[in-house]
């Protein structure tokens, strides 16, 4: 999404997961079954919180705007209630993280950006993210990812 604004790169997450939960997540048959599903997204920008809550319901939203929209809007036409909520990044742990490996893989992806050298920004990127390690705050135990997914391992 190199080429897209910031905003519409901010919505890709929430999409990407929520279409994830609806066809694969067993989402689909909760809708069936309880005929709508709420569901809360916690964000560390004000802009995504704010029109958010405004393409959640029936108000207005700007032209420039429609696009990045409209999926939450015909996720709401489905069954699902979408709450925004903004919360600073410092708040979450898991936060903070995501926003530094967000970091790391822009800083290796801009030492080697340019259109003939995808693949090496991409393997850059990745070696990376690879390398960062996370500690517990409280037992300095390491701490992997795959802790917070088990169903991965």
């Not at 910031?6 to 609806?22: G, I, R, S």
């Not at 926003?99 to 822009?106: K, P, Q, S, V, W």
């Not at 705050?137 to 992997?144: D, K, R």
Request: negative net charge.
């Amino acid at each position: 999404m190199n080429y897209g604004s910031v905003n519409f790169a901010e919505t890709m997450p929430y999409l990407h997961a929520m279409n994830w939960y609806d066809m694969d997540g067993g989402g689909h048959d909760k809708l069936k079954q309880l005929g709508m599903i709420d569901v809360h997204i916690i964000t560390d920008s004000q802009v995504i919180a704010r029109w958010g809550t405004t393409a959640a319901g029936n108000e207005e939203l700007p032209w420039k705007h429609v696009g990045f929209w409209a999926g939450i809007r015909e996720l709401r036409r489905l069954g699902y209630r979408f709450t925004f909520h903004w919360a600073p990044r410092c708040d979450s742990l898991l936060n903070w993280a995501a926003d530094l490996i967000a970091g790391l893989a822009r800083r290796e992806m801009m030492k080697v950006f340019n259109d003939a050298n995808m693949e090496a920004l991409a393997i850059r990127a990745a070696y990376a993210i690879e390398r960062v390690q996370f500690a517990d705050p409280v037992t300095g135990e390491p701490i992997s990812p795959y802790h917070l997914n088990h169903d991965q391992e």
